[in-house]
């Protein structure tokens, strides 16, 4: 098999991964797209975002938060969201 052309480019990617973190988390403060990746057979999009923390402390301090989102770049689902240090 050899490698898919997605369909999904990478700015619509990156915003299925900011839709699907708003609607867990609501809005969050700080938003940045980190990084953007696309798996080497074009069947998926790494998406990691950051935000910042919404611990008093964190948020003072600027802390930010780091989740990376597994997404179809055929069909735009989130198969996973997961934690991403810095």
């Known amino acids: 098999m050899g490698k ?3 369909q999904l480019d990478a700015k619509s990617a990156a915003m299925k991964a900011v839709e699907y973190l708003r ?3 609501g ?3 700080g938003l940045s797209i980190e990084e ?3 798996k080497d057979d074009g069947t998926r999009w790494f998406i990691t975002l950051g935000f ?3 611990t008093q402390l964190a948020f003072m301090t600027g802390k930010k938060t780091y989740k990376q989102f597994e997404i179809d770049a055929t069909t735009g689902e989130v198969y996973a969201m997961r934690m991403r240090s810095a």
Do not use: G, I
Request: glycine share 0%.
């Open 23 to 25: 609607d867990l988390l």
């Open 4 to 6: 898919q052309q997605p």
């Open 52 to 54: 910042l923390d919404s």
């Open 36 to 38: 953007v990746e696309l």
């Open 27 to 29: 809005d969050v403060s």
